[in-house]
T-cell receptor, first 112, second 109 residues
Framework: TAGITQAPTSQILAAGRSMTLRCTQD?????MYWYRQDLGLGLRLIHY???????GKGEVPDGYSVSRANTDDFPLTLASAVPSQTSVYFC???????????FGPGTRLTVL | GQNIDQPTEMTATEGAIVQINCTYQ??????LFWYQQHAGEAPTFLSY????GLEEKGRFSSFLSRSKGYSYLLLKELQMKDSASYLC??????????FGAGTTVTVRA
């Protein structure tokens, strides 16, 4: 099984443009998450979903939106990218919100 | 807000033992996780503690004291492949995971 996949692997984006980062898991996990990782700051939660059809805001949600139309997919959208959104983005999933999380390989995004 | 502290860097020799400390002040507690992250890769799960005491898993052990807001990860018989960042993360009352900034461990021959 693939586990959890993300696309694209990396992207350079002009400021003001929109972009959707894709995340798919095949483990039938209920919960999914989006984090950003910046040097010296560690992983910070952007948005999460405890089950299909529900989403919630994390620590740094501004400028990002998510949807959870089904169990497997959890896309993250930047409506109008800004340079401060330059980061490595990790998607993760867990069977339930209290179980260990499994991380995707990450998307490296540069906003110029 | 959540406050999770761990040292930025540690260096140790191959075959030695290293202890990575983590202290936390969070809005509630539903468990503490340790993750390993090699450079350029995704974090991978190492251990989980929810009760006080020591959990041992091969060369890695993790300890928790809830009253002190303290945990450590013990890496024994260090190998070169253990060079990585080690992330301490706490599950809060809302079952959201907050991460420390990570400890980069460098293993020298």
């Amino acid at each position: 099984t693939a586990g959890i996949t993300q696309a694209p692997t990396s992207q350079i984006l002009a400021a003001g443009r929109s972009m959707t980062l894709r995340c798919t898991q095949d483990m039938r996990h209920n919960a999914m998450y989006w984090y950003r990782q910046d040097l010296g700051l560690g992983l910070r939660l952007i948005h999460y979903s405890n089950t299909a059809g529900t989403t919630g805001k994390g620590e740094v949600p501004d400028g990002y939106s998510v949807s959870r139309a089904n169990t497997d997919d959890f896309p993250l959208t930047l409506a109008s990218a800004v340079p401060s959104q330059t980061s490595v983005y990790f998607c993760a999933s867990s069977e339930r919100s209290y179980n260990e999380q499994f991380f995707g390989p990450g998307t490296r995004l540069t906003v110029l | 807000g959540q406050n999770i502290d761990q040292p930025t860097e540690m260096t140790a020799t191959e075959g030695a033992i290293v202890q990575i400390n983590c202290t936390y002040q969070t809005s509630g507690f539903n468990g503490l996780f340790w993750y390993q992250q090699h450079a350029g890769e995704a974090p991978t799960f190492l251990s989980y503690n929810v009760l006080d005491g020591l959990e041992e898993k091969g060369r890695f052990s993790s300890f928790l004291s809830r009253s002190k807001g303290y945990s450590y990860l013990l890496l024994k018989e260090l190998q070169m492949k253990d060079s990585a960042s080690y992330l301490c993360a706490v599950l809060d009352n809302d079952y959201k995971l907050s991460f420390g900034a990570g400890t980069t461990v460098t293993v020298r021959a």
